[in-house]
């Protein structure tokens, strides 16, 4: 198993950047594909981004492609999601998520066995 919380979530106005962490403790974190999902008041979870076990490849949805990032760090046990030029569309819970597919396959919520608790990321006009 694997543990994972969130941090980073905030208040931001629109056209600025905010930084999500999500720490992982418990089993080998290099062992999972990792995503972040975001869910608004009302909707569905969706998937943000997604980055395979070693970090080399990555797939975006297409609301964020060019303005987030996502990565990680093995060493540290971390996953991150870089999010500029911020949209009110943006606001969201978002949720960090540990898969054992790989990344080509992980692009589901159905495909993910853990996740952390959740950190607001609201965006003002």
């Known amino acids: 198993q694997v543990q994972l919380v969130e941090s980073g979530g905030g208040l931001v106005q629109a056209g600025g950047s905010l930084r999500l962490s999500c720490a992982a403790s418990?089993?080998?974190?290099?062992?999972?594909?990792m995503g972040w999902f975001r869910q608004a008041p009302g909707k569905e979870r969706n998937l943000v981004a997604t980055?395979?076990?070693?970090?080399?490849?990555?797939y975006y949805a297409d609301s964020v492609k060019g303005r987030f990032t996502i990565s990680r760090d093995n060493a540290k046990n971390t996953v991150y999601l870089q999010m500029n030029s911020l949209k009110p569309e943006d606001t969201a819970v978002y949720y960090c998520?540990?898969?054992?597919?790989?990344?080509?396959?992980?692009?589901?919520?159905?495909?993910?066995?853990?996740w952390g608790q959740g950190t607001q990321v609201t965006v003002s006009s």
């Open positions: 418990g089993r080998s974190f290099s062992d999972y594909t």
């Open positions: 998520a540990a898969s054992n597919f790989q990344t080509i396959a992980a692009r589901t919520k159905n495909a993910y066995d853990y």
């Open positions: 980055i395979s076990r070693s970090g080399g490849t990555s």
